[in-house]
C-alpha cells in the first residue's frame, strides 16, 4: 500500500547519532534502503528545533545554536538525497510528487518543527521555503513568535496566535507552506482555522491523534476534528503510546489502538480527515510499528475492521495527497 508519512524526526535523530548513521540514515525509525521496500510514496523529513527555556542563553546564542542544528540538518537531509538519487527525490508540490512516482521515486518533503527561527520577519518565512521547506510546524513545546504551545493550563490552552502569527499565516499559505497545528495552543488552531476558512486554504495536524481516546493535550478535541475537517485539512496518526493510550503510562504503541483513533477521526470528521503521521524516531515506548517497514501492519488491521480499499487507500495516501495539491506551491 502506497503512504504518505507528515512527520518524522529521523534528521534530528541522524543528527544525534553523529558518524554512527550515514547518507542511508542507517540505524533510524527511516532508515532510506528500508524506507524504499515500506511502500512510501512520500516522506516529510523535520528539522526539529529544540528551543528550550535555559534562562542563562542569551537570545543571539540562541538563534546561532538553532541556526546551526538546522544548517547540520539540512546536510544531513542533502547527503541522503544525493546518495539515494536512484530512488529518493526531492518534492515541494503534488505535481513533483506525481513526476517522482511516475519515475520510481519516493517524495522527499523538508519541513520545520518548530518556527523559533522566523523570529517574527516574514524574510525568514522566504528564506526557508527557497530552501524547500513546505511545512512548518508553528511551535513545539514553547512560545514563539508565532503563539503558544498546548497547555495543560487553561488560560495558555485558550491563547491564541500573535498578531505576527495570524499574519504569517496567510503570508505562507500564499508561499505554499503547510500550516501546521500540531503541538500548538486550542486557541492557535482556531485562529489558524479561521485563515484557513477564509482563504480556503487547508492545514494540518501533522502528527496528533484523538484527545476522546487519550487525554493528551497534544491531542484534538472532537470539536477541532469537526472544524479540521470542514476546513479540508487532514490530521497524521501518531504512533506515540502517550498519545495512542487512555493510560498515558502504557508505554506500548499498539495497532488496534491506531485503528481506535483512526476510526475516531472519521466518526467526527468523516473520511477525508485522516492520515498518518508517525512521529518516527521522535517517539519513545515498544512500538508493534518499529520502522516504515512494518506500515502493512496498519493497513493490514483497517481492513480486518472491515474498512473498504478505497477507504484505506485515503488514509494512507489520498487525503494527504489532496492537502498537497491545495496548500503546497
Ligand atoms: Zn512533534
Known amino acids: 500500500m502506497k503512504y504518505i508519512d507528515m512527520h518524522c524526526d529521523t534528521l534530528s535523530a541522524a543528527l544525534g547519532m553523529g558518524s554512527k548513521t550515514a547518507e542511508h540514515l542507517e540505524g533510524t525509525m527511516v532508515d ?54 536512484n530512488y529518493l527525490a526531492p518534492a515541494g508540490n503534488f505535481a513533483q510528487m506525481e513526476e517522482n512516482s511516475r519515475n520510481g521515486k519516493i517524495s522527499a518533503f523538508l519541513t520545520i518543527e518548530n518556527g523559533y527561527l522566523v523570529r517574527g520577519d516574514m524574510a525568514n518565512l522566504k528564506r526557508f521555503y527557497d530552501m524547500g521547506v513546505r511545512l512548518i510546524t508553528l511551535t513545539w513545546n514553547d512560545a514563539n513568535c508565532f503563539g503558544v504551545p498546548h497547555s495543560a493550563k487553561i488560560s495558555q490552552m485558550q491563547q491564541g ?83 495512542l493510550n487512555t493510560d ?36 519513545g515506548g515498544q512500538f ?20 473498504s480499499d478505497d477507504l484505506i487507500e485515503k488514509i494512507a495516501y489520498g487525503n494527504v495527497a489532496q492537502v498537497i495539491r491545495e496548500a503546497m506551491k
Open 288 to 307: 508493534e510499528i518499529s520502522d516504515c517497514t512494518k506500515m502493512p501492519l496498519l493497513f493490514d488491521a483497517l481492513h480486518r475492521r472491515g474498512l
Open 248 to 283: 498515558m503510562d502504557d508505554k506500548i504503541s499498539r495497532v488496534e489502538r491506531m485503528c481506535d483513533h483512526i476510526c475516531h477521526f472519521i466518526d467526527k470528521g468523516g473520511a477525508d480527515c485522516v492520515g498518518i503521521g508517525t512521529d518516527f524516531d521522535g517517539i
Open 32 to 85: 532510506t534502503a528500508r524506507l524504499r521496500g515500506a511502500g512510501a510514496a512520500a516522506q516529510f523529513f523535520a528539522m526539529f528545533l529544540c528551543q528550550g527555556n535555559q534562562t542563562e542563553e542569551s537570545e543571539s546564542d540562541k538563534v546561532s545554536r538553532l541556526e546551526e542544528r538546522m544548517e547540520k540538518m539540512y546536510e544531513i537531509f542533502r547527503n541522503t538525497l544525493s546518495a539515494c538519487e
Open 161 to 243: 496566535l500573535t498578531d505576527f502569527g495570524k499574519e504569517a499565516v496567510r503570508y505562507m499559505q500564499k508561499l505554499g507552506i503547510v500550516v501546521d497545528v500540531s503541538h500548538l495552543s486550542d486557541g492557535g488552531f482556531y485562529d489558524v482555522a479561521e485563515a484557513a476558512r477564509k482563504t480556503g486554504t487547508p492545514f494540518v495536524a501533522s502528527h496528533s491523534n484523538c484527545r476522546a481516546l487519550c487525554p493528551a493535550t497534544r491531542n484534538l478535541t472532537d470539536e477541532m476534528i469537526r472544524t479540521l475537517a470542514d476546513c479540508g485539512g487532514v490530521a497524521g496518526i501518531n504512533f506515540e503510546p502517550s498519545f
